[in-house]
């Protein structure tokens, strides 16, 4: 056997990508997923040119701190690209990072995309990903992949109910063999959450707080339910006083965080209660049964699945990594294709 029989196995680097709102995951075939960092890129602009300084992990601790030469963004906003040719840079950088090797192998990457997106967003996400220097690109829904990583048997004929909330979006979708039946998308998620807690303590405390202050308050003590003693576990946090424009220190409690979280946690609520009446009833005696699983980074936000069993009556489990949910499940799309092609679009 000659060295380049075994060649295409020694390069062979194809892999998934969830590119989330919030984070990008990469998942390298055989490997699982191998790298995890920020949606997030932060880049110098001279002379109208912009030059990538710093991509993911190093770039989000810029957000909100940059100087006027430099820009730190978010390419990514509610699931699709918001700036192509930063989206563009980011994958690349991702990619090389995963590939220690040369740029000697393209490989073929499946990025999933919500269900909502439209063809246009679609074609711009598959061209970031070939520029980028993929050999083929395949799209897959992202309620498909993140049912797919919660382990949930998509392939029967029954009913499952998935719901992915994720920085920028909530997929809602019911599923039965191996596709979608019914699919909602709805521009709500970890984002949103931010965005509440920060006009909440405007409004409240005449306090403002920057974007990364409020999203350690959600992942701290974040809860979608008021707690029992009408007050919960408090922290402190810093920001700036509204009223005479010097730095201060206040304290705030769950209580307060449930009453700012109130209206995002509600729209995802309703947005199960809409994909339940839209459920053919064969389908819905089954989601019945077997509950609802809820995926994604949201679903870590404190007594969701709670709040969600008080408004539907329904068993609400949480999955196992529901962080890694959809990258996992983009992950076995690519290890089993030849089950998944129909869930897999290469076209366009």
Known sequence: MGIFDKMPGLFSSDMAIDLGTANTLVYVKGRGVILSEPSVVAYHVKDGVKKVLAVGEDAKLMLGRTPGSIEAIRPMREGVIADFDVAEEMIKHFIRKVHKRSTFSKPKIIVCVPHGATPVEKRAIRQSVLSAGARRAGLIAEPIAAAIGAGMPITDPTGNMVVDIGGGTTEVAVLSLGDIVYARSVRVGGDRMDEAIISYLRRQQNLLI?????????????????????????????????????????????????????????????????????????????????????????????????????????????????????????????EYEKQLRHAIDYDS
């Open 210 to 334: 920057g974007e990364s202050t409020a999203e350690r308050i959600k992942t701290s003590i974040g809860t979608a339910r008021m707690p029992d003693d009408g007050r919960g576990a408090s922290m402190q946090v810093r920001g700036r006083d509204l009223l005479n424009g010097v730095p201060k220190e206040t304290e705030i409690t769950q209580a307060q965080v449930a009453e700012a979280l109130a209206e995002p946690v509600q729209q995802i609520c309703e947005a199960v209660m809409t994909a339940l009446e839209a459920t053919p009833p064969d389908l819905a005696a089954d989601i019945v049964d077997r509950g609802v699983m809820l995926t994604g980074g949201g679903a870590l936000l404190g007594d969701l699945d709670l709040a969600l069993r008080e408004q539907t009556g329904l068993g609400v489990s949480i999955a196992d990594e529901s962080l890694n949910c959809v990258a996992l499940g983009t992950g076995k799309a690519l």
